[in-house]
């Protein structure tokens, strides 16, 4: 049974949650664009800089502190994919920059009129890198769309497409538009079937629920901590055969082993450290003898407080005449969803309603967010795209209040 999510308890830790502009609070509900970080992700990040700031093979007491901490950073991300091991840990700039370095190496396998499979839900991170390499090589590339009335991807949106040329399906597992959460696992179980290396989109997957790359099937799966209550930095996760048997595009004295091999080079140790932070963080609000344990028990906590915020912010938003929640909505499906939702209401740009909730101080984003497939294939691209609410653990009811209020507010001053 898990423990009740304390969200005092976390709202405390996080300093920036308690700062005021001009007397208001800040509400953050820009979340899904970047999290806020507790306490401990700062002095991580302080005392990497402050105490053992140096690089890393030397003799001395920093170069020898940086490199226990760099370690520590990949243990600790391994126990947060639940990966088998560190050496399948990669750090990098952030989720796009790892994926283009990755399509490249990954498309030294692939040959003119091989195919690979692209999502209609996802970010343009795990797109356009896969458009580009399409172009280079003359790759086919195959789509897979979803419903636009149930925002979610039928059972069959991948088998349609799939076939014995394909080489790579691409797929988000969480939309950062409509807050769908994909069925990653039956898809990649489909994919890796068909001889195809599965490539998974968690960004907006991990700030929300746990990830088991041991029970996902997929080959690589990819995140970044900022989203998750840590610093810019991102995180990717390989299965190790398949990281020791792919060309690494890396300076001639680089090491070949793994990880170090797609670390190209000097990385971030501040942001490894902040990262370290942020996982410390987490794992206090779950339970277990092994980290990796605690860490999936404390997103089950967090889920559970998170999906019924969700269900309230979701049917006071349905109250609105006129407003469209482009997600699902089912009070039995929170589940299937992250707290990422968006609308579009009638008669009301949505870069208007985020200028309207920005002098409330409430923060949101408006429009495509880079989302640019999906709000396309809802026909909203030339329409503004979506105001986009994401909540957060350390989020309130109180919060989701004066949400409702100030949309209330807005539509009566229209
Ligand atoms: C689903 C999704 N994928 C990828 C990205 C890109 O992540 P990064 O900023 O780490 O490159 C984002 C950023 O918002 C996202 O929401």
Not at 338 to 348: D, I, M, Q, R, W
Not at 386 to 392: E, M, P, S, T, W
Request: proline residues 3%; glycine residues 8%; negative net charge.
């Amino acid at each position: 049974m898990p423990q009740a999510f304390d969200v005092t308890s976390s709202r405390r830790q996080f300093p920036a949650l308690a700062l005021k502009d001009g007397g208001a609070p800040r509400i953050y509900f820009d979340n899904p664009a970047g999290t806020q970080v507790p306490q401990q992700v700062i002095d991580r990040t302080v005392e990497c800089l402050a105490t053992k700031n140096a690089n890393l093979g030397g003799y001395f007491s920093t170069t020898v502190q940086a490199g226990e901490l760099v370690d520590q950073a990949h243990q600790a991300c391994a126990d947060f994919y639940n990966a088998a091991s560190a050496s399948e840990i990669v750090f990098g700039q952030n989720m796009t920059s790892l994926t283009f370095h990755m399509s490249r190496c990954l498309g030294r396998k692939f040959r003119k009129g091989d195919e690979i499979v692209l999502s209609r839900m996802d970010h343009d991170a795990n797109i356009a890198p896969w458009l580009l390499l399409a172009d280079d090589l003359g790759l086919v590339v195959r789509w897979m769309d979803f419903d636009t009335g149930t925002y979610e991807f039928p059972d069959d949106a991948l088998s349609k497409v799939l076939s014995e040329k394909t080489k790579l399906v691409a797929l988000g597992m969480a939309s950062n538009c409509t807050g769908t959460v994909n069925d990653a696992k039956h898809f990649a179980t489909q994919a890796r079937a068909a001889g195809a290396l599965v490539y998974l989109d968690a960004v907006q997957l991990a700030p929300h629920y746990a990830i088991d790359v041991q029970d996902l099937g997929a080959d690589i799966v990819v995140s970044s901590a900022y989203k998750w209550f840590g610093p810019h930095q991102g995180i990717l996760w390989g299965r190790e055969d398949l990281l020791k048997e792919t060309f690494g595009y890396k300076v001639r004295p680089a090491s070949e082993e793994l990880p170090h091999k797609f670390e190209t080079g000097t990385l971030s140790h501040e942001g490894m450290a902040g990262t370290l932070g942020a996982i410390e963080y987490l794992e206090q609000f779950g339970t277990g003898e092994t980290r990796a344990k605690r860490i999936a028990s404390a997103w089950t906590t967090m889920a559970e407080y998170e999906q019924k915020l969700t269900l309230k912010l979701i049917e006071g938003l349905r109250t609105f005449k006129g407003l469209t929640v482009r997600g699902v909505t089912s009070a039995n499906a929170m589940h299937r969803r992250v707290p990422t939702v968006s609308f579009t209401l009638e008669g009301h740009q949505p870069v208007n309603l985020a200028k309207d909730f920005a002098k409330d101080n409430i923060f949101v984003w408006s429009g495509h967010n880079y989302a640019v497939e999906p709000v396309g294939r809802m026909g909203l691209l030339d329409k503004g795209g979506v105001l986009r609410i994401g909540l957060a653990h350390y989020n309130t009811e109180a919060e989701v209040d004066a949400l409702l209020s100030s949309l209330t507010r807005q539509i009566k001053n229209a």
